[in-house]
């Protein structure tokens, strides 16, 4: 009996391996990054380039920027407190566009950023465009022109093909998400 196990553990090690090689040479991208440091189920990627890009092959997205440190959240037996200065809460539309990641009945908390310099590509960002002023929009950085307060910000939709047709002042950002509570 422990001996089939064994076998049989071998042969899944062996298959894992197989696999991992086979998917380094379909998607030559993945060894650019520098480090993976895994959480569970949740991975984070560093990647060594300076603009962040993946290969179109790999569909790994931008991550936002980390802005709870872990020793601002205090786990208790019958609590959890995320010492955040001036989170909001928010929940969303029903739209599709940013599933799975935010759905209708997701609960989030946003933060208003201070400064342009404080968003970067990845970060969800709530956002009135000109177009429609009474329209908040949610949707994900994907690329960001000019420098300072000159700043431009591009989002798309993560279930949308096309990036949102305008570019987005820091003025109009409401606010960035910081957590996702499903």
């Given at each position: 009996?422990?001996?089939?196990?064994?076998?049989?553990?071998?042969?899944?090690?062996?298959?894992?391996?197989?696999?991992?090689?086979?998917?380094?040479e379909?998607?030559?991208?993945?060894?650019?990054?520098?480090?993976?440091?895994?959480?569970?189920?949740?991975?984070?990627?560093?990647?060594?380039?300076?603009?962040?890009?993946?290969?179109?092959?790999?569909?790994?997205?931008?991550?936002?920027?980390?802005?709870?440190?872990?020793?601002?959240i205090?786990?208790f037996?019958?609590?959890?407190?995320?010492?955040?200065?001036?989170?909001?809460?928010?929940?969303?539309?029903?739209?599709?566009?940013?599933?799975?990641?935010?759905?209708?009945?997701?609960?989030?908390?946003?933060?208003?950023?201070?400064?342009?310099?404080?968003?970067?590509v990845?970060?969800?960002?709530?956002?009135?465009?000109?177009?429609f002023?009474?329209?908040?929009?949610i949707?994900?950085?994907?690329k960001?022109?000019?420098?300072?307060?000159?700043?431009?910000?591009?989002?798309?939709?993560?279930?949308?093909?096309?990036?949102?047709?305008?570019?987005?002042?820091?003025g109009?950002?409401?606010?960035?998400?910081?957590?996702?509570?499903?």
């Amino acid at each position: 009996m422990k001996l089939a196990l064994i076998v049989m553990l071998g042969l899944i090690f062996l298959a894992g391996g197989l696999i991992g090689l086979l998917l380094s040479e379909r998607f030559p991208a993945i060894p650019q990054f520098q480090s993976a440091v895994s959480f569970g189920p949740i991975t984070h990627f560093e990647s060594d380039s300076a603009s962040n890009k993946i290969e179109q092959s790999v569909s790994l997205r931008a991550l936002p920027k980390d802005r709870v440190e872990e020793k601002n959240i205090k786990v208790f037996p019958d609590k959890i407190v995320l010492e955040i200065p001036h989170a909001e809460w928010a929940t969303f539309a029903d739209t599709g566009s940013m599933e799975p990641v935010l759905f209708q009945g997701a609960n989030a908390l946003q933060i208003k950023p201070s400064s342009p310099d404080e968003i970067q590509v990845g970060d969800i960002i709530s956002y009135k465009p000109d177009l429609f002023n009474d329209i908040t929009l949610i949707h994900r950085v994907v690329k960001i022109e000019g420098t300072g307060e000159n700043k431009l910000f591009y989002a798309q939709g993560d279930t949308n093909s096309l990036q949102d047709p305008y570019s987005i002042s820091f003025g109009q950002i409401e606010r960035v998400v910081i957590a996702i509570v499903y």
